[in-house]
């Protein structure tokens, strides 16, 4: 364990310099697109990253403490969130040797972005393994940050008590001021804080019964949040039924709510009520889809509000949806999470008639075709495909560098890396960079729009500040970064 250690603190005192190198060559990744070499020990985190037209502005590997998750952010400060203590997934989880404090929400001071600098460390019981349940949203008049406990990850967690979340005011944003903690009815999956900074939406998931809903939580007083309910799916004729939601997605003025499930109650979705639970066809690239609501009645403060239906998209992806706008026409950006090869990748929905989505599209890199997928490990058989073995290329959080004006798809797709997509053309999307350090990236991933700079994490090598290479950006009529 010892020269294990050694070894990827070595790579990443290698990324360190390179970071300081901006605009270095490209270091093309040998084989099919996506694919891990076994000479590159899948899994663990490269001397010298494979890269192509992107180059490392800034690092921080966050005192090596590896379990490395989500990213959030607000104006030039970034937080990231660390795992399950317990979290053993090959290839992924804490490093063995780090020291536990450093668990909990990373504060990171962006400011000088060859530069990044950990300022701060929030441990409160929500913060302290989120994993997933963490968002931060900048509006006019306040600045929120919220974390929750993935799950009830946190120890001595107990099902009366596990589902603590912490909210912050980010005014400062280096300086996070806790404002409260609120007690969940029920575990929450994913937080969603409103465009107005005053509402959070979290995600109650039981995708083996297609079970669960969204809790809403008033957050006009940070000091004092108050649960306005949980709602589940109301369809035009009243009737209602409960879905699990992974994520949400709320149009600028909230009055529209785009989720991701993996599973409804409805029969919606289209899954086969025999299909088994986990396996490829509830949990994979064609499972799930997308459930567009009229959220006015929240979004208005309206008596008895309900969560209205407006349409369903089968096998439009159930974990991470992103707005986009493409020449005009509004899309949703979506993927379905993890698997074994051929695993997962994004699908492309236009949403320009609410009532009909279709998706229209895919973006699918070399080893998310069958063909080219090695033999199962056991331990891919014995979870029917859903868990990957370190190596895999599948997709997670996806996003896009501007929901109004789409150009560019970030897509982490774990040990594949960071994929960028030109998304101009939404019937053809195609690759035009990547970034792969070795260990998995999945975050969600920032554009920060005046720099043109791409803020990302992964697993165990931590936080990078990227950019596109000049002629490249030059090439897709992209500003000159500043």
Not at 139 to 154: D, E, I, M, S, T
Not at 363 to 376: G, S, T, V, Y
């Amino acid at each position: 364990m010892r020269q294990v250690a050694k070894g990827i603190g070595a790579a990443l005192a290698a990324i360190a310099c390179l970071a300081q190198a901006a605009g270095a060559a490209d270091r093309l990744e040998p084989g099919l697109q996506g694919q891990t070499a076994l000479g590159d020990r899948p899994g663990e985190v490269l001397a010298i990253p494979y890269s192509k037209g992107i180059s490392i502005v800034g690092h921080t590997n966050i005192g090596d403490r590896g379990a490395n998750l989500q990213l959030a952010w607000v104006d030039q400060c970034a937080y990231v969130s660390s795992s399950l203590p317990n979290m053993n997934l090959p290839g992924f989880g804490p490093n063995p040797k780090a020291d536990k404090s450093l668990n909990g929400v990373a504060v990171l001071d962006v400011s000088k972005p060859r530069n990044p600098k950990q300022v701060g460390l929030l441990r409160e019981r929500g913060a302290l393994f989120a994993t997933e349940t963490m968002h931060a949203v900048s509006a006019p008049g306040r600045k929120v940050l919220v974390a929750g406990a993935y799950g009830g990850g946190h120890p001595g967690a107990s099902a009366n008590d596990a589902a603590f979340l912490d909210i912050y005011d980010v005014s400062n944003c280096a300086h996070p001021k806790h404002m409260s903690e609120y007690v969940w009815p029920e575990n929450v999956h994913m937080v969603t804080v409103s465009p107005n900074g005053k509402r959070v939406y979290g995600t109650i998931i039981n995708p083996f019964t297609g079970g669960g809903g969204i809790f809403v939580l008033d957050i006009a007083d940070l000091a004092k949040p108050r649960l306005i309910g949980k709602f589940a799916a109301t369809r035009v004729d009243g009737s209602r039924f409960e879905f699990a939601a992974h994520e949400v997605v709320l149009s600028p003025d909230e009055r529209r709510l785009y989720a991701g499930v993996v599973a409804a109650k409805g029969g919606d979705l289209k899954r086969s009520p025999d299909a088994p639970f986990p396996s490829e066809e509830t949990m994979g690239p064609d499972s799930g889809g997308i459930l567009i609501f009229d959220n006015s009645d929240l979004a208005q403060g309206r008596a008895e509000p309900k969560l209205r239906l407006i349409s369903t998209t089968p096998h439009a992806g159930w974990h991470s949806p992103a707005r986009a706008s493409i020449g005009g026409k509004p899309y949703i950006v979506n993927a379905s999470e993890l698997g074994a090869c051929p695993g997962t990748w994004p699908k492309i929905t236009d949403i320009s008639n609410e009532a009909n989505p279709r998706v229209v599209s895919e973006f699918r890199l070399a080893m998310n075709h069958k063909e080219n997928c090695p033999p199962r490990t056991a331990m891919e058989a014995a979870t029917k495909g859903v868990v990957p073995s370190p190596g895999t290329a599948a997709s997670h959080f996806n996003d896009v560098d501007s929901a109004v004006d789409t150009r560019l798809g970030l897509f982490p797709f774990l040990f594949a890396g960071l994929r960028i997509v030109d998304l101009h053309d939404p019937l053809n999307p195609a690759e035009i960079a990547y970034f792969k350090p070795g260990d998995a990236c999945v975050s969600h991933v920032r554009y920060e729009g005046r720099s043109g700079n791409i803020w990302v994490v992964c697993n165990r090598s931590g936080f990078y500040v990227l950019a596109l290479d000049p002629k490249l950006r030059a090439s897709l009529k992209l500003p000159k970064r500043l």
